[in-house]
């Protein structure tokens, strides 16, 4: 049994997969495991540095391929410096997204080709893998509808016709992933999503609790 995880959190924006990846990171730490909560783009320094270019509203004119390349560099950053030293050292690891992101934002929504994104995605992942993921799914239009366009910044920003085709990527890998992703009702309350991904976790069979 392995004494740590690589689990991440996935989902379109205002889908609330945050809070639950903090909620997620209390219950572990109340279980006496040591665990470490980063998101995508950022962590490291390097990595959030170049989250500021990517979410920048003034950066309209960023092409697609520029955007995949970014958020690869920020991601090769983050997994070398944080992530791989964090599991070696049997630390619960907790992303607020990975790579299925840019499938499912640069892939499914920009149409930037799958197997350009794969081989990028294994060259600046070190081949790693989330070992348990979950996606809070939701309709596109309900996520948006909770984030102020005054704060939006320049993903969120996009069409609703843009998050549509973000979820459909997402379910899309979901469906074909089916051994680490775990999809959620993303509609229920705070409360009730925490209780079924505490339960998804508990029945997850490569997890030592004691």
Known sequence: MK???????EGIEGCGKSTQAEMLKEYL????????????????????????????????????ETEMLLYMASRSQHTGEW????????????SDRYYDSTIA?????????R??????????TFGLVPDLTYLIDMQAEIGLSRISQTDADRLERESLEFHEKVRKGFLEIAEIEKERYIV?????????????IVGKFIDFQHVELS
């Open 3 to 9: 004494k740590s995880l690589f689990i991440t959190f």
């Open 29 to 64: 730490e109340n279980l006496g495991k040591k665990v470490l909560l980063t998101r995508e783009p950022g962590g490291p320094k390097i990595s959030e540095d170049i989250r500021d270019i990517l979410l920048d509203t003034n950066n309209h004119e960023m092409l697609p």
């Open 115 to 124: 197997n350009i994104i794969d081989t990028i995605t294994k060259y600046a």
């Open 105 to 113: 934002y640069q892939g499914a929504a920009r149409k930037i080709d």
């Open 184 to 196: 959620v009702d993303g509609y229920k309350s705070i409360e009730e999503i925490h209780k079924f």
């Open 83 to 94: 992530i791989i030293p964090a599991l070696e050292k049997g630390t619960f690891v907790i």
